[in-house]
Every structure is written in C-alpha cells, then in structure tokens.
C-alpha cells in the first residue's frame, strides 16, 4: 500500500496544499515548526482516527477555520481507493470512501500506517495511558470494529462514572443505586471484549518485538510484555500508575499469557466491581476496568520504566512499532502497511540509525521527515522534498540514495 496524492485544506498549517508522493522512500526536510509532521499527522489519521500528538482533533484545524479536509488516493497493485476527513473543531468528524459518505470508524478498513516518532518513548516511559492508547490503535487497525466497541465502552464509562459522582453528591449508598447494576453489566461486556483482545494482541507481538529488539540493539536482552489488570490488583491498589501495575517479583520467561475464556473474564471483572463499590461511591470514579490496565514491557527480567537507559528505551519502543508493521503486513490483504519516521533518526545514535534504516526500507512506502537531512541514512534518501513554512519544494539536487 501506498500513498499516491495527498490534498490538504485548512490542515494546521496548511491552507491549501496537493502532494504527489512515489513507492519506497519519501524524505521530507526543513528546519522545525514548518510543517513536515504535519503531513504525515494528516496520513496517520485515516489509520487511527486521531493525532500522535494531541489528544483532541480542534488542533489540527488551521485557525480560523470551523473544520480541515484531508484527502489522500491509496493504491494497493492496480487498485485506487479514494479517502476523505473532515476533520470539525466541534462536533463528530465525516467521513468518505470514493466519494461515498461513511462512518469514521470505517477509514480503518482502508489505511494502514505505523508512525514511529520522538513521543513513542513515551509508550515505554510514560503513564499507563501511552500503552493503552498504543495498543488499542494497533487493535483497530488489525480489527476496525475494535474502534467501535473502544467508543461504547467508553461512553458506558463516563456515564458510569457520571453517576457515581452523582451518588456520592447525594449521600447515596450502593443499596440505593439498582442502575448501577445496568452499568455495570454493559461495562463487563466491552470491558472483557477489550482486555481479551489486548492480550491477545500482546501475545502475537512477542515474537516481532523480540526479533525487532535483537536486530535494532544487536543484543538479546528478552523483551517482554504482560497486561496487568486491574482486577487483578490487591484491593488497596487502585493508582493509575505503572508502577503499581508491576509484580513484586521478576518473571524469568519469556511465555506469553494465554488468553482468558470470557467466562473467567466476566467473573473476575464482577467481583471486583462488587469489591470495589464502596471505595468507588466514595470516590466517585470507576477503579475497575481495561481503562485502568497497564502494558507492562520488561527487558532483563526488570521492567522498562524505571530501570531500562536510555538506548534499551528507545530500543523497546522501536521495537513495538516494527512489530507493529510486521503484524499488519502478515494481517493484510491491501500490502504493507505504510511506514513513517518523524523525525526519529536525530534521536538515535549512528548504529541504530542505519539499522532502523536497514529494518524499514524494505517496506513499500516509507515516509521520513528530518529537520537535517543528513541525519537520514543514504538507503532512504531516493525521493527529497524541502519543506518551508507550509510550502512544499523539490530542490534541483534532490538527493538520490
């Protein structure tokens, strides 16, 4: 799969801008702040319905506009498919698919995308939410109805949550509260939905993710990766917290979990609704769920926030992405999914600049931005553009790899 054209309309920093891209490597270089991720923010959002950047899409609409379009011509063989976003300030984003209006959720279907960039050390290094966030886009592009039932559960949640803030406004005891209960079971049913298949997901990156990590740091340091569930917690942790998701005791292999029958799912998940209700009406907030999950990543036994470097870090984080492209191009019928670098290669070192390079040029679409574009090794070099400030040239001495 690749992009063909790209057409952006008051996208960021874009007003209006078409964009002829080729297979294989695509380099896009210009100082910072000139609109080179923003290009391929604009790719990525027909994958993941959202922004690597920022949590909410008003961003990405230019100032002054109530909404941006974005449009992109997909080809896979002799194959074309049409996209098309806009993407409101305000209010749910439309959608169409060679012309024809769809729901959002669907875009999915037809665009598969693995960005790595700066912030995906923050998967590894981050809170909780960076993994979750990580593992449910992966989930809705090798399933897009996942989008669907990631959205259902959580409205349940907020209208969960909702009323138990209300109740513990009023006094109320969990006695009073019966529709608690019909919450409860909607909650239950996505929430076992979404945690089987997140750990199924974690199972099928184990064996991508350590191949990955051997080629990207030269070394075997046994990656792993574990969902902790918060029902499966002692009853007095309930932080949102890494660390609080970590097990006491360092696992030695490498084997991962099975996943759970829904039955045993659905049964754990009650129970621990029913032993937590009180510290929920006094809090007023849901302590128990896949919302409250953590992807726990471990190299050398030891897990990686808090006690990896720097380099094994980013190696981890390179790493769950390759997987993640290699997951997708076993998945799809429409090729390899596209691959883009922003603006990653500044951050690593020599070593894992060219071999990051190596790992990701086989692909048939790579798409890279650098603010230098000596920082981009020469195998990924065959197709530069220049970026100034919203504009996009093609230099005479375009770089040729």
């Given at each position: ?9 008051d ?5 209006a ?23 391929v ?7 993941t319905?959202?922004?690597?950047r920022?949590?909410s899409?008003?961003?990405?609409v ?39 209006p ?11 995308v ?10 590894v ?64 049913a ?5 945690i ?6 974690a ?13 990207i ?7 792993e ?8 917690r ?29 039955p045993?799912?659905i ?6 609704l029913?032993?937590?209700r ?40 390179l ?5 993640s ?7 799809s019928q429409?090729?390899?999914?596209i691959?883009i ?60 790899g």
């Open positions: 799969m690749i992009v063909e054209h790209l057409s952006l309309a996208f960021r920093n874009y007003a801008v078409d964009l002829a891209l080729r297979a294989g490597p695509n380099v896009f270089v210009g100082k910072n702040g000139q609109g080179k991720t923003n290009l923010e604009a790719i990525a959002f027909f994958a319905l959202g922004s690597h920022v949590s899409d008003a961003p990405m230019r100032d002054g506009a109530e909404y941006a379009i974005v449009r992109a011509r997909l080809a896979h063989g002799e194959r074309r498919v049409q996209l098309e976003a806009q993407v409101n300030r305000q209010g749910s984003n439309k959608a169409r698919v060679n012309g024809a769809v729901r959002t959720a669907e875009l999915p279907r037809y665009a598969q693995v960005l790595f960039a700066p912030e995906d050390l923050q998967i290094r981050g809170d909780p939410s960076a993994r979750r966030r990580f593992a449910d886009q992966l989930l809705v592009q090798r399933a897009p109805r996942m989008a669907g039932v990631l959205a259902d559960y959580d409205r349940v949640l907020k209208q969960r949550t909702a009323l138990l803030k209300s109740a513990r406004a009023r006094g109320l005891k969990g006695e009073a509260l019966s529709t608690l209960d019909v919450w409860d079971d909607k909650l239950v996505l929430g076992t939905e979404i089987r298949a997140r750990i199924a997901l199972a099928d990156l184990a064996p991508p993710v350590a191949a990955a990590y051997r080629a740091a030269g070394e075997d340091h046994r990656p990766l574990e969902w902790a569930l918060s029902f499966s002692d009853a007095d942790t309930d932080a949102d917290d890494a660390d609080a998701a970590v097990p006491k005791e360092s696992r030695t292999d490498a084997a991962p979990a099975a996943v759970p029958p829904a045993e799912v049964a754990q998940f009650r129970a621990a029913a032993a937590r009180s510290a929920e009406l006094d809090r007023g907030i849901t302590l128990v769920g896949p919302h409250r999950d953590d992807l726990v990543l471990r190299v050398r036994g030891l897990p990686v926030k808090g006690y990896a470097s720097h380099g094994e870090s980013w190696s981890v984080a790493s769950l992405r390759l997987a492209a290699e997951l997708l191009r076993a998945d429409l090729g390899d999914p691959v670098l922003d603006d990653v290669f500044a951050e690593l070192d020599s070593g894992r600049r060219g071999r990051l390079a190596e790992l990701t040029s086989g692909f048939e679409q790579v798409i890279v931005t650098a603010a230098v574009g000596a920082d981009v090794p020469g195998a990924l070099r065959a197709h530069t553009l220049r970026v100034e400030a919203g504009a996009i040239i093609e230099p005479e001495g375009a770089e040729h």
